[in-house]
């Protein structure tokens, strides 16, 4: 199958790296080439544009940054896919967008689904994301065996725009979990307790996630080594307050981690994993978690 990849930053490579994996003819794009040359070296053939590689291929998967990249990219695809090509975005958007695009492409006689995958870099690579498949049905069926190159769990949704609200729901739980986690470590740290004997209470406990013992140990170690950036968790968060406002929905855990992460982003920690909060947090308390 021919099948057309944009955006190839830390996610996209390596979800266009095992369809590469999986024996396809594969087109990428991504607006600084030299993230997309280690494909290229694999078998993957370069376009200069959305536009052209979209005229290439019967199926075009995206992973960008934001509802403006998104916004962009699908005014240079939908004019070029062949009639009843078929664009699936994995960006973590807003669902107005998605439903919109849903439409637009339905109206242009081309598929638009929205399947955001829940999941890091190492899920990315060893093919083990979620995903959230959100539009018509049938196709969302026919293109399950290419979305099993990232993931054998796969959540289907009547409309697009309810997938993009799952994946801004369980990204609202990465902020919610990171920030309990800060504060219960911290208050340890102030109470002489260690923060490994916290994580080790919670390994045993009912209340334990990976997220904690994995993001626990990388608080005590110092290692805030980005794999999903303060700044898209900001703009997550934002999306999810949005979300909850138009369904008449309360936000109030969501807002709070929106200042927090605010704040983050002013102190120069954009780049950084979220979980360098804890630098926030350990800022305004003068102390350093251990």
């Given amino acids: 199958m021919k099948i057309g990849f944009i955006g190839t930053g830390i996610m996209g490579y390596q979800m266009a790296k095992r369809l590469l994996g999986n024996q396809n003819e594969i087109f990428v794009f991504n607006r600084t080439k030299e993230k997309a040359l280690p494909l ?6 370069w376009c200069e544009s959305p536009a052209l590689l979209s005229q290439h291929c019967q199926l075009v998967l995206s992973m960008v940054s934001n ?23 994995c960006s ?10 849903e439409m637009i492409y339905k109206k242009g006689n081309r598929i638009f689904l929205h399947s955001p995958v829940l999941g890091s870099f190492p899920q990315a690579e060893s093919g083990t994301l979620l995903l959230f498949v959100g539009g018509d049905h049938t196709t969302a069926q026919a293109i399950t065996p290419v979305l099993k190159a990232f993931g054998n769990h796969i959540w289907y949704f009547e409309k697009a725009g309810q997938a993009s609200c799952t994946k801004l729901i369980l990204n609202s739980f990465i902020a919610g979990m990171a920030l309990t986690l800060i504060q219960g470590l911290m208050l340890a740290t102030k109470s002489g307790i260690s923060g490994n004997m916290i994580l080790n209470i919670l390994e045993h406990s009912a209340m334990n996630a990976p997220m904690f013992q994995t993001k626990g140990k990388s608080i005590l170690e110092r290692n805030f080594t980005p794999r999903f950036f303060v700044e898209n968790l900001l703009k997550d968060v934002n999306l999810m ?31 950084e994993d979220y979980i360098a909060l804890a630098k926030v947090i350990e800022q305004e308390s003068g102390s350093i978690i251990s």
């Fill in 67 to 89: 509802d403006d990249a998104l916004n962009d990219i699908s005014a240079k695809i939908l004019p070029n896919l062949p009639k009843d090509g078929v664009h699936v975005d």
């Fill in 92 to 101: 973590t958007v807003s669902g107005t967008l998605t439903g919109n695009l």
């Fill in 40 to 45: 290229l070296s694999m078998g993957a053939k």
């Fill in 241 to 271: 307050i949005d979300a909850a406002e138009k369904a008449q929905s309360p936000a109030h855990i969501a807002k709070i981690s929106k200042v927090i992460l605010e704040n983050a982003v002013g102190m120069g920690l954009a780049k």
